[in-house]
């Protein structure tokens, strides 16, 4: 049977011939490993193409779901890591082999007549594979490829006449993006490999024509290719493979048996997403494009055509004219010396760019920045949010926004670059010993601030926790860094810094040279030009510092460092050479030097005289209580014990006791405006607040040293020198308060909104005793008080006809007090009121349908429509049920006022009702305004503050007022819980808090 199907088959195609001719070809001399490289490619072409169709099924070009697409074949995808890291590694195998195969050719002469044409088809074959390599090393859609793709696109530049409009074509426009990646793309996908199989066919159709080029050995028999060379060929591609595979594993052979192989360990290389808004100073080609990259250091300028297109273009010319040159036996030679000295060059500067890498501290420095952020990437994608109920959610994954949008908004990453943006020029962040954090690295170039990196190896001192409070030493944030934090990030290597970014620079004379005194020594511009080091900011270990009389004022200064430029050292009197580091921790090297805060903390230097054998005198208390204001996370588990509470109430009277008068405001202790308000220093909030506006009342005003104000105007964000958002990741990193896996409960980055509307709080909100952390025990009415002081009175006041109560610094919503009130009613309803400071006059609604109802309808009252006005109120206010008005609403009731006025409310007046826009009860729609139902009581309230766009509210008409009920997306806490804003409700109502809630208010 089965040769009755051959036999059928043979008929009609002639399959067997075919196969005959392919596989007993003669080959002189017999079978030879030197032959195998042809083959090894085709196979290495062959799995590339199974591989790239398996990947081709999972990707997605596009410029906001390649980077999403790759890390699911990567991470998530069965198989994926292995599929993608064979592809990897079998592209670069086959550059190998392909060198080996051009090698073998010139050698055995086998480019030489008649086989001229199948040469120049294999260097057109050479090309296409390097094309491929190019291509594809964008497609990930990772910084790596991203800007190494972007540097070698940039040469397109250079090619005479039609540079620009090459790379124009290139990219599918003037810049990097969407079309770019989605032509690399289709040439790597579709063109190229369509190309490839093109031309392969006829390389091996115009080889099978000539036969092998044998090396001719006497004595040797002849041998077919079947099975002799068949055999040497697929053990060299057996070979092949299990390098790519070892490579794939990264050569863990022993995790793979174990079943234990860590994530670095599977297949290629996966890098942080493509952000065209970070520089990536690691950017590279791939190894075997790295001989080119080398050779254009060595042009510069109108030069680099000659390393990008002149030496390669020759070298191409000399390759095709091989056949030519090798007619002779002299130019046979020239080629074989040529091809081994162009691979040996190639080979060459491929080590001296790696060598020259290896010992270029910047390059290093990016290189591990850049695995950290792949890292952080991971770790962020895997990321758990705290849920509502106290468990932590599933992996959140990539939100639509994409991958870079978790780096982009994550304090980890960006803080430490903003930071050396904006800050750095004054600031410091660097342990008080002098040294640079592993996580910090900073260069000057031409005196502005850059980064060069912020790698955090180890946890920020505000990340780490406090020593047991048992302890016979004082507890220190330094000295009790968790094995947790820095386990997570051990495989990354510690970065030395090159140098630090605050620099004293020497006066200069008018011709360019430093300054040198008599004696010969350089001399240096004086004048304050730095602030307080930031690091730990908030911490006890900080606080402790800035009240020891020494430290506070402490200045030093670090030997200068020569420029990294030959020429520009080799010169002692050139600027450059003579920028010396400034290390001063707190007021040093500032304005402040001299002022109040350091001859208080100079002058009172017994009373501030730390025993170290105490762990509770006063300083202690003093300190545990400044920094508790911060509520660092580090500090909370500390905090919270019995012993420590006592410790941070007994500074918090200290305090006002000794900080209050005359200087700072703390709680309800003090005035503002004297010096920085000390309530809920060091918090998000109150940061949020100084880095905005330092010039506010609550902070420097006109004591301010030369910070800027970042962000004042807030309801001008065009006019910010820094984003709200970019300055809360700043505030977030430097309080260490960022994404953590090893957290129980981790913390998730504040939202712009969010931000907005603290940093609205911390500059125009009063704040009062019940804002201080650690302050005796508040009754229920100084917390409801605390919770309107700190949420409510950006916008509302709460006081009385006399002005006693929470006023707002900038009142643009009604005044509250005695809200629902027969009082409050009669003013809102009195045409000279209604669009006044206490109700609509601050808000949009100031000229509504509300303010126009009034005044057309409720002014000049006859005396029977002021008596139904009056009906009208006692029924509305009646709605409330308010403890304050019980007696009069059952009067009312029992004569039948609150009956009359119900009736009042669904009656046109002159040209419309209160229910044409309100409900009340059966009567009038929901969504024009709010429903009057049950208008002001308990439950009113609740909703209102809760959602005041809940359908029987504002819906679309709020204005400006925060959902204070209603969590964010991504599970994110609501700003008040249920409890805060019933008791804020029942304060608003006039209710004795004391007293539980009773059911009529309800």
């Known amino acids: 049977m089965i040769g009755f199907l051959t036999e059928w088959v043979e008929q009609r195609t002639g399959v067997k011939k075919l196969l005959h001719e392919a596989l007993y070809e003669n080959i002189p ?319 060459g500067l491929t080590i001296v760019a790696l060598r020259e890498d290896a010992a270029n501290p910047d390059f290093q420095i990016a290189k591990k920045l850049a695995h950290r952020d792949a890292e952080r990437t991971y770790e962020l994608i895997n990321r758990r949010e705290v849920l509502p109920d106290g468990k932590l959610s599933e992996a959140r994954l990539i939100p639509k926004e994409g991958a870079v949008y978790l780096l982009r908004n994550d304090p980890l990453t960006r803080g430490p670059r903003l930071f050396a943006q904006h800050c750095a020029s004054c600031h410091d962040y660097r342990k008080p010993d002098g040294t640079v954090p592993a996580a910090t690295a900073f260069t000057p170039p031409n005196d502005a601030a850059t980064l060069v990196s912020l790698l955090a190896d180890e946890p920020a001192p505000t990340q780490e926790k406090p020593a047991d409070e048992k302890s016979s030493s004082k507890p220190s944030a330094s000295e009790a860094a968790p094995d947790d934090h820095a386990h997570a990030h051990n495989d990354h290597a510690e970065l030395e810094p090159t140098s630090f970014n605050l620099l004293q620079s020497p006066q200069v004379t008018p011709d360019g040279k430093v300054v040198r005194d008599a004696e010969g020594k350089v001399v240096y511009a004086q004048g304050a030009f730095g602030g307080p080091n930031l690091y730990g900011f908030g911490s006890r270990d900080w606080v402790r510092g800035i009240l020891d009389p020494q430290k506070i004022t402490a200045i030093s200064y670090g030997e200068p460092k020569p420029a990294k430029d030959p020429k520009v050292a080799a010169d002692s009197d050139n600027p450059e050479n003579h920028k010396r580091p400034v290390y001063a921790d707190y007021f040093g090297n500032t304005n402040h030097v001299e002022g109040r805060m350091v001859k208080w903390v100079q002058s009172h230097a017994k009373e501030l005289a730390d025993d170290p054998a105490k762990t509770d005198d006063d300083l202690d208390a003093i300190v545990a209580a400044l920094s508790a204001q911060a509520g660092l996370r580090a500090q909370q588990e500390l905090e919270t014990s019995d012993a420590q509470q006592q410790l941070i109430g007994r500074g918090v009277t200290l305090i006002e006791k000794h900080c209050t008068n005359e200087c700072h405001r703390f709680g309800d202790s003090g005035q503002l405006g004297l010096a920085p308000d000390l309530t809920g220093w060091g918090s998000y909030e109150w940061m949020m607040g100084l880095i905005s506006d330092p010039t506010d009342e609550r902070f420097y005003r006109r004591e ?157 009252l006859d005396d029977a429509k002021k008596k139904d006005l009056e009906a009208l109120i006692a029924a509305l206010s009646a709605e409330a049920k308010l403890p304050a008005q019980a007696e009069a609403d059952a009067a009312a009731a029992s004569d039948g006022t609150i009956e009359k006025g119900k009736t009042v409310l669904t009656t046109s007046w002159a040209s419309s009702s209160c229910v044409d826009c309100h409900k009340f009860g059966d009567d009038g729609d929901l969504g024009s305004a709010p429903d009057l139902t049950g208008y002001g009581s308990l439950e009113w309230l609740e909703q209102m503050i809760a959602n005041p766009e809940h359908e029987r509210l504002y819906v679309d008409n709020n204005d400006r007022m925060p959902k204070f009920g209603v969590g964010g997306p991504g599970a994110k806490q609501s700003i008040l819980a249920d409890e805060e804003i019933t008791l804020l409700a029942r304060w608003l109502r006039g209710e004795k808090l004391d007293e539980p809630a009773t059911a009529a208010s309800k």
Not at 743 to 759: C, F, G, I, N, W
Not at 808 to 829: E, H, V
Request: one cysteine or more.
């Open 29 to 347: 001399s017999g079978a030879r490993w030197r032959y195998i490289t042809g083959s090894m490619l085709v196979f290495a072409f062959s799995v590339q193409a199974i591989t790239g169709i398996f990947l081709w099924m999972a990707y997605s070009p596009s410029s906001q779901t390649a980077y999403e697409s790759v890390y699911y074949i990567q991470h998530e995808m069965t198989g994926g890591w292995l599929v993608r890291g064979i592809h990897h590694f079998m592209a670069q195998a086959m550059v190998v082999v392909l060198a080996l195969h051009l090698l073998q050719v010139i050698v055995d002469g086998a480019y030489r007549a008649p086989r001229e044409v199948n040469y120049w088809l294999g260097l057109v074959l050479m090309q296409l594979v390097m094309g491929l390599g190019l291509t594809g090393y964008l497609l990930p859609w990772d910084q790596k490829g991203y800007w190494a793709t972007n540097v070698a696109t940039n040469l397109m530049t250079l090619v005479p006449f039609a540079g620009k409009e090459i790379q124009q074509i290139a990219l599918g426009g003037s810049e990097y993006g969407h079309h770019t990646l989605t032509r690399f793309f289709a040439m790597h996908t579709g063109v190229l490999p369509a190309a490839l199989i093109g031309f392969l066919g006829l390389h091996i159709a115009v080889f099978r024509k000539h036969g092998i080029t044998a090396k001719i050995t006497p004595g040797r028999p002849d041998q077919y290719f079947w099975p002799h060379q068949v055999l040497m060929d697929a053990i060299g591609c057996l070979a092949l493979l299990g390098i790519v595979l070892l490579c794939v594993i990264h050569f863990d052979v022993q995790g793979l048996i174990a079943g234990d192989l860590p994530r670095e360990h599977r297949g290629a290389e996966l890098g942080a997403p493509a952000d065209p808004g970070e520089q990536f100073a690691a950017a590279r080609p791939e190894w075997y494009y790295l001989f080119l990259f080398q050779l254009l250091k060595y042009f510069h300028g109108t030069q680099e055509i000659i390393g990008a297109i002149y030496i390669p273009g020759a070298v191409m010319t000399i390759l095709a004219l091989a056949p030519i040159i090798g007619r002779s036996s002299l130019g046979h030679r020239f080629n074989i010396v040529f091809i081994l000295l162009l691979l040996v060059g190639a080979g």
């Open 704 to 860: 301010n040293d030369r910070m800027p104000s970042f962000a004042k105007d807030l309801e001008h964000p065009a006019t910010h020198n820094v984003s709200l958002r970019e300055l809360s990741l700043i505030v977030d990193w430097i309080r260490g308060d960022y994404y953590q896996a090893s957290d129980e409960k981790p913390v998730l980055p504040h939202s712009e909104d969010r931000a907005r509307e603290l940093t609205l709080l911390a500059r125009a909100t009063p704040v009062s005793s019940a804002s201080v952390i650690g302050a005796q025990p508040r009754t229920l009415t100084q917390k409801a008080e605390q919770i309107f002081a700190t949420n409510c009175a950006s916008c509302h006041s709460h006081t009385d006809a006399t002005g006693v109560g929470i006023a707002a610094k900038k009142p643009s919503a009604p005044n509250l007090y005695g809200i629902a009130s027969r009082r409050w009613l009669a003013g809102i309803l009195d045409p000279k009121q209604v669009d006044g400071p206490k109700y609509f006059g601050n808000t949009m609604h100031f000229e509504d349908d509300m303010v126009g109802f009034v005044k057309d309808n409720l002014s000049n």
